[in-house]
């Protein structure tokens, strides 16, 4: 006896599939966009919120207990100590932004979402499996992703259309 096939997974519209679809790339990469706004947005007020504190002081000159130490170490493969400035870690900290990989975003963005140091996105990345928090807006799951292809007429669909309207013109 054959076995049953299991049904195919779908979120925001977006079909599951292993490996990844151009679809589901196209929409973690979205997602991932409104990440690195957001942290980018909470990194600079963030910074902001140092007040006398300026970008030559030394780093260890921030209590570790503070958000910008832990969202430095969501992005950041590693801490940093004596001898670097504010501005060097702002440096490595835009330029780790810059190249972090969805996966990672994904993971991190996660923790930092349940901690309450970042929003919640519009949508979640898909295909990447477990992630400690639902880090989209609620009800978000029955939203259909822009990047959904089948939300996007065909070409065929709109020559049709626009043929009609042309041939009602009076």
Not at 58 to 84: H, M, R
Not at 101 to 124: A, D, V, W
Request: one cysteine or more; glycine letters at 8%.
């Amino acid at each position: 006896m054959a076995k049953a096939k299991k049904p195919a997974e779908v979120k925001y519209g977006i079909e599951i599939t292993k490996p990844h679809s151009q679809e589901m790339y196209d929409h973690n990469d979205m997602v991932a966009e409104e990440m690195k706004t957001n942290i980018l947005n909470k990194w600079e007020a963030l910074l902001n919120d140092l007040g006398h504190i300026g970008m030559e002081d030394d780093w260890t000159a921030i209590c570790s207990s503070f958000d910008i130490v832990k969202l430095q170490k969501l992005v950041c493969f590693s801490g940093y100590g004596d001898g670097y400035t504010i501005g060097d870690v702002d440096t490595e900290f835009r330029n780790e932004l810059d190249m972090m990989q969805n996966y990672s975003i994904h993971e991190e963005y996660s923790y930092g979402c349940f901690s309450g140091l970042l929003p919640r996105t519009k949508f979640m990345m898909i295909g990447h499996g477990w992630s400690k928090h639902d880090y989209h807006m609620k009800g978000a799951e029955s939203n259909t992703s822009p990047a959904c292809y089948e939300s996007i007429p065909c070409s065929k669909e709109l020559d049709m259309e626009m043929a009609n309207e042309s041939e009602n013109i009076q």
